[in-house]
């Protein structure tokens, strides 16, 4: 499992540092006392053993300000017939139920 958290670290740092230039926002719209409970359905096949779901965030601005960043789900998972963990990173799911990006995490030869 460290291996995962390190994918998971390396692929933030990168997705941060590559949206410097053009900062998207993909922040959930805040919501108000009266609002309804909103509802995501995130695609995951079926073959996957979901081990772990997080929300993460990554905010740009000054102190205090909680307007802009961008929003991170993060699922790890287990290939049930390999035995191979998965992350699964979403993003915008105002927009989106497909990941962003699909890490599977694989025995390397070296150390």
């Known amino acids: 499992m460290h ?3 390190l994918a998971f670290t390396v692929l933030v740092a990168v997705s ?19 609002d309804p409970v909103r509802r ?9 053993e979901v081990l772990s779901v997080d929300f993460d965030i990554a905010i740009y601005g000054g102190e205090g300000v909680i307007d802009k960043g961008r929003a ?3 699922v790890v998972g287990r290939v049930r017939t390999s035995g191979r963990f ?3 990173l979403f993003e915008n799911l105002d927009r989106r139920q497909q990941p962003i990006e699909v890490i599977e995490i694989v025995s390397g030869t070296g150390s």
């Open 72 to 74: 991170f789900v993060k």
């Open 3 to 5: 291996r995962l958290t």
């Open 16 to 34: 941060v540092v590559a949206s410097g230039c053009a900062k998207v926002n993909t922040l959930p719209k805040p919501i108000g006392p009266d």
């Open 86 to 88: 998965v992350l699964f």
């Open 40 to 48: 995501y359905q995130l695609a995951i096949p079926d073959s996957i």
